[in-house]
């Protein structure tokens, strides 16, 4: 179907009036779907038929190909081999590069460069400047120097740096990371090229994502390749992380969204009765895309192919107009860009379909929230050529190649159990908060999933059922053939926050408006430990007449016993979970705040500033940036709720209330004996004295909360608290009236018109 002409370009935002809820409805029945690419026209071949993937993949990098064709062969191989062994870009081809670059982007219509870096807002920052320059004759020219490539100061004062600057002191600066290609991104007719960049403060403290993601990256590969080496496995020049993220999203119409100031506020309903139907037919999940919301995915993932993000999945996803698009995997730090871009797409493209991309973690109370699994895995980069390219947590086919991979697993449960306290801080934020632990994703326990397969290896390993020497171990155990068993799929994984799933781990507990950097970098960093603990206690034991595989295995033994605390197969969404995780040991924290607390334990520092990732200050800072982030969501959605409660919420009741009391009057008036209308005011009064009760705590919360100002930890603590049990008392009022009040006067779009469109 095609569209109209007034479907083709986003619609004013209604202006609330009295009946803006039916007015959006009756908006939303004329919608259809937007036609292809109507906007940017490039995505139609001849005959109308869509142009193959392959065809345009791509063309808005400049990434290896581009890099092939444009640059001379050995400055391209400089570039390539200083990109792919993670080293620092060689100063004396910088120069060729950006004339390249620069070339390549005024051919493509580009006016404007910027350094494109992800400050800790959770999304990511642009200053654009012009090539626009003049020559000695002050003839107009376009320029673009190696050091505007390089590096750039954009001073950007205002970004959370957590105290680690005032914002009169050092400016901060950008600098390129050319492990990942610059982009050129398309917003009507503008067309600005992207460079993505690392942001450090004067004296290179790290002020964003992306700095302790690439520090820990490399202190990751410098402890595995020190544990391959003396495995046995030499000439590894990288071992790096692979990252395939699944992005979970709801997508609503804008009619609606614009009504709910909740959500154009704080990105989550503060109120809204659950509806007679949610998910519980179990009927959207893997269901057939609708029309209207395929457009709008297929011109998303249009844009991003144009980028180079190699989305390859999507599907309806549980909860009704939830969605789900997944990437191939790829290098972390470009996944995090990749996922940065695949994010900001899906917001921009939904506008022009008249929809709006909900990124929040729990938009509706009662239906599923949305997460961001982050499926990782450790891959090798060697001169090697047997080496070169190994996933280091698939399993083998030889006795050395699995005993390998059971060091790896090893380190892994190590260091989730050590550090299962900081990898949950690296997930806290107030969205996050309602959706962990709330009966539909991965509890706020972080807990390893191994598989029926792994833990039955695992576990006669631990009991010493194996044998001392590692190659008949490996035989026996049945190790050898895991390769062909390759995932466990049960639906048990499903509940897990960290699940193996075959070759990879799959972190669900990450929350859907994330960047992946921060739960990453908290990864890395306790896995860089464990696998250095390991190499020590396997170099301690060699012992004459040994090889190193029945060290190593004697060592993954140990460690296998030791970690069993955090192994956990069963349901994890169980009450009994959760009283045996207890009895464990395992911390159980549910609120942001006390999950917030862990970055700064002792184990936390100790690893994060051993390994060089953080300083102590940097880390206090982080601290600070993540504490104040949750009391400013939480002042935001506490002043959004009152002003809902007093201008929508309590005048539809007291309208309600009023029209029941004239009713009543006029039928008493009339001598009518039977005046139920007296008592169905009465109830509607008796709710809303209780919300106008509750809404009283409320204010006296905020008001505490307020006059701590000087104390982010305190009053972080409070809104977590009091804050939150006034908040939920409101609600609870809100969404009685919602169920009583005259549907004629309620004012803001219902859980089942925003979640079921027709
Ligand atoms: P499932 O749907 O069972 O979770 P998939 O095989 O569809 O698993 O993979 C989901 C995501 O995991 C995809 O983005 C995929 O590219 C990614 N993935 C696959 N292998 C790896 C790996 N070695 N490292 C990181 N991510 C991976
Ligand atoms: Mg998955």
């Given at each position: 179907m095609?569209?109209?002409?007034?479907?083709?370009?986003?619609?004013?935002?209604p202006?609330?009036?009295?009946?803006?809820r039916?007015?959006?409805?009756?908006?939303l029945?004329?919608?259809?779907?937007?036609?292809?690419?109507?906007?940017n026209?490039?995505?139609?071949?001849?005959?109308g038929?869509p142009i193959?993937?392959?065809?345009y993949?791509g063309?808005?990098?400049?990434?290896?190909?581009?890099?092939?064709?444009k640059?001379?062969?050995?400055?391209?191989?400089k570039?390539?081999?200083?990109?792919?062994?993670g080293?620092?870009?060689?100063?004396?081809?910088?120069?060729?590069?950006a004339?390249a670059?620069k070339?390549?982007?005024v051919s493509r219509?580009?006016t404007?460069?910027?350094?494109?870096?992800?400050?800790?807002?959770?999304?990511?920052?642009?200053k654009?400047?012009a090539?626009?320059?003049f020559d000695?004759n002050?003839?107009?020219?376009?320029k673009?120097s190696?050091?505007?490539?390089?590096?750039?100061?954009?001073?950007?004062?205002?970004?959370p740096?957590?105290?680690?600057?005032?914002?009169?002191?050092?400016?901060g600066?950008?600098?390129?990371?050319?492990?990942?290609?610059?982009?050129i991104?398309?917003?009507?007719?503008?067309?600005?090229?992207?460079?993505?960049?690392?942001f450090?403060?004067?004296n290179?403290?790290?002020l964003?994502?992306?700095?302790?993601?690439?520090?820990?990256?490399?202190?990751?590969?410098?402890?595995a390749?020190?544990?391959?080496?003396?495995?046995?496995d030499?000439?590894?020049?990288?071992?790096?992380?692979?990252?395939?993220p699944?992005?979970?999203?709801?997508?609503i119409?804008r009619g609606?969204?614009?009504?709910?100031?909740?959500?154009?506020?704080?990105?989550?309903?503060?109120v809204?009765?659950?509806?007679p139907?949610?998910?519980q037919?179990e009927?959207?999940?893997?269901?057939?895309?609708?029309?209207?919301?395929?457009?709008?995915?297929?011109?998303?993932?249009?844009e991003?192919?144009?980028?180079?993000?190699?989305?390859?999945?999507?599907?309806?996803e549980?909860?009704p107009?939830?969605?789900?698009?997944?990437?191939?995997?790829e290098?972390?730090?470009?996944?995090v860009?990749?996922?940065?871009?695949?994010?900001?797409?899906?917001?921009?493209v939904?506008?022009?379909?008249?929809?709006?991309?909900?990124?929040?973690?729990?938009?509706?109370a009662g239906?599923?929230?949305?997460?961001?699994?982050?499926?990782?895995s450790?891959?090798?980069?060697?001169d090697?050529?047997?080496?070169?390219?190994?996933?280091?947590?698939?399993?083998?086919?030889?006795?050395?190649?699995?005993?390998?991979?059971?060091?790896?697993?090893?380190a892994?449960?190590?260091?989730?159990?050590?550090?299962?306290?900081?990898?949950?801080?690296?997930?806290?934020?107030?969205?996050?908060?309602?959706?962990?632990?709330?009966?539909?994703?991965?509890p706020?326990?972080?807990?390893v999933?191994?598989?029926?397969?792994?833990?039955?290896?695992?576990?006669?390993?631990?009991?010493?059922?194996g044998?001392?020497?590692?190659?008949?171990?490996?035989?026996k155990?049945?190790?050898?053939?895991?390769?062909?068993?390759?995932?466990?799929?049960?639906?048990?994984?499903?509940t897990?926050?960290f699940?193996?799933?075959?070759?990879?781990?799959e972190?669900?507990a990450v929350?859907?408006?994330?960047?992946?950097a921060?739960?990453?970098?908290?990864?890395?960093?306790?896995?860089?430990?464990?696998?250095?603990?390991?190499?020590?206690?396997?170099?301690?034991?060699?012992k004459?007449?040994?090889?190193?595989?029945?060290v190593?295995?004697?060592?993954?033994q140990?460690?296998f016993?030791?970690?069993?605390?955090?192994?956990?197969?069963?349901?994890n969404?169980?009450?009994?979970w959760?009283?045996?995780?207890k009895?464990?040991?395992?911390?159980?924290?549910?609120?942001?705040?006390?999950?917030?607390?862990?970055?700064?334990?002792?184990?936390?520092?100790?690893?994060?500033t051993?390994?060089?990732?953080?300083?102590?200050?940097?880390?206090e800072?982080?601290?600070?940036?993540?504490?104040?982030?949750?009391?400013k969501?939480m002042?935001?959605e506490?002043?959004?709720?009152?002003e809902?409660?007093?201008?929508?919420v309590?005048?539809?009741?007291?309208?309600h209330a009023?029209?029941?009391?004239?009713?009543?009057?006029?039928?008493?008036?009339?001598?009518?004996?039977?005046?139920?209308?007296?008592?169905?005011?009465?109830?509607?009064?008796?709710?809303?004295?209780?919300?106008?009760?509750?809404?009283k705590?409320l204010?006296?919360?905020?008001?505490?909360?307020e006059?701590?100002h000087?104390?982010?930890?305190?009053q972080a603590?409070?809104?977590?608290?009091?804050?939150?049990?006034?908040?939920?008392a409101?609600?609870?009022?809100?969404?009685?009236?919602?169920?009583?009040?005259?549907?004629?006067?309620?004012p803001?779009?219902?859980y089942?018109?925003m979640?079921?469109?027709?």
């Amino acid at each position: 179907m095609l569209a109209d002409a007034s479907s083709l370009s986003p619609q004013p935002m209604p202006t609330p009036t009295h009946s803006s809820r039916k007015s959006a409805l009756r908006d939303l029945s004329a919608r259809v779907p937007r036609a292809r690419n109507a906007s940017n026209g490039t995505g139609e071949g001849h005959g109308g038929h869509p142009i193959p993937t392959s065809a345009y993949f791509g063309i808005n990098t400049f990434g290896a190909r581009q890099m092939r064709d444009k640059l001379p062969k050995e400055v391209s191989a400089k570039l390539a081999a200083a990109i792919r062994h993670g080293k620092k870009l060689d100063i004396d081809i910088a120069p060729v590069v950006a004339q390249a670059i620069k070339e390549w982007a005024v051919s493509r219509g580009v006016t404007h460069f910027t350094h494109w870096f992800q400050p800790q807002t959770g999304l990511t920052a642009e200053k654009h400047d012009a090539f626009l320059s003049f020559d000695d004759n002050q003839h107009p020219m376009e320029k673009f120097s190696a050091s505007q490539l390089i590096q750039s100061e954009p001073d950007a004062s205002s970004f959370p740096s957590g105290g680690l600057r005032a914002t009169w002191e050092a400016r901060g600066y950008t600098a390129w990371n050319p492990a990942s290609p610059v982009f050129i991104v398309e917003s009507g007719e503008t067309r600005t090229l992207c460079i993505p960049s690392v942001f450090i403060g004067y004296n290179g403290e790290a002020l964003d994502e992306m700095t302790p993601l690439l520090r820990s990256s490399d202190a990751l590969s410098a402890k595995a390749i020190a544990l391959l080496e003396l495995l046995g496995d030499t000439g590894v020049q990288r071992v790096f992380t692979t990252m395939g993220p699944e992005q979970e999203y709801f997508l609503i119409d804008r009619g609606h969204y614009a009504h709910r100031p909740d959500l154009v506020m704080s990105g989550r309903t503060l109120v809204g009765a659950p509806p007679p139907r949610g998910q519980q037919l179990e009927d959207h999940y893997f269901g057939g895309i609708p029309e209207r919301i395929q457009a709008c995915i297929s011109e998303a993932e249009h844009e991003l192919y144009k980028l180079g993000v190699p989305i390859i999945t999507r599907h309806n996803e549980v909860a009704p107009s939830q969605f789900e698009m997944a990437p191939l995997f790829e290098e972390t730090d470009i996944a995090v860009d990749h996922n940065q871009l695949a994010m900001a797409t899906l917001r921009k493209v939904a506008l022009r379909h008249n929809l709006q991309a909900v990124l929040h973690e729990k938009p509706f109370a009662g239906i599923n929230g949305s997460g961001k699994h982050c499926n990782w895995s450790l891959s090798v980069s060697a001169d090697n050529a047997e080496l070169d390219g190994t996933n280091l947590l698939k399993p083998g086919k030889t006795p050395h190649q699995n005993i390998r991979f059971l060091v790896f697993l090893a380190a892994i449960l190590k260091g989730v159990h050590r550090h299962s306290g900081l990898l949950r801080a690296g997930i806290a934020s107030s969205g996050n908060e309602h959706r962990l632990g709330a009966n539909e994703a991965p509890p706020a326990i972080i807990s390893v999933f191994m598989g029926s397969m792994l833990t039955r290896v695992i576990e006669s390993i631990a009991a010493g059922k194996g044998s001392t020497t590692a190659s008949q171990a490996m035989i026996k155990l049945g190790v050898a053939k895991l390769p062909e068993i390759e995932k466990d799929n049960t639906d048990r994984n499903r509940t897990s926050p960290f699940a193996f799933t075959g070759n990879k781990f799959e972190f669900r507990a990450v929350g859907s408006s994330a960047s992946i950097a921060f739960p990453i970098v908290l990864l890395n960093s306790a896995v860089a430990e464990a696998l250095d603990e390991l190499t020590e206690e396997i170099r301690a034991n060699m012992k004459r007449g040994k090889t190193v595989e029945d060290v190593a295995l004697a060592v993954v033994q140990r460690a296998f016993k030791e970690t069993a605390p955090i192994r956990f197969e069963g349901n994890n969404y169980s009450d009994e979970w959760v009283h045996e995780a207890k009895k464990r040991g395992l911390p159980n924290l549910r609120r942001t705040p006390e999950a917030l607390e862990q970055l700064l334990s002792k184990s936390s520092r100790n690893v994060l500033t051993k390994l060089g990732v953080f300083t102590k200050p940097e880390l206090e800072s982080r601290y600070h940036v993540r504490m104040e982030r949750y009391v400013k969501d939480m002042l935001i959605e506490i002043h959004t709720l009152r002003e809902i409660v007093d201008t929508l919420v309590l005048p539809a009741a007291f309208s309600h209330a009023g029209s029941l009391a004239s009713a009543a009057a006029h039928a008493v008036a009339a001598g009518i004996t039977s005046v139920p209308q007296i008592e169905a005011a009465n109830e509607i009064g008796k709710v809303i004295e209780s919300l106008r009760k509750n809404h009283k705590v409320l204010d006296e919360v905020l008001a505490k909360a307020e006059g701590m100002h000087d104390d982010v930890t305190k009053q972080a603590k409070l809104l977590t608290s009091a804050g939150a049990e006034a908040m939920a008392a409101v609600r609870a009022d809100a969404d009685t009236l919602e169920l009583k009040v005259s549907d004629e006067l309620w004012p803001l779009p219902k859980y089942r018109e925003m979640l079921f469109p027709v």
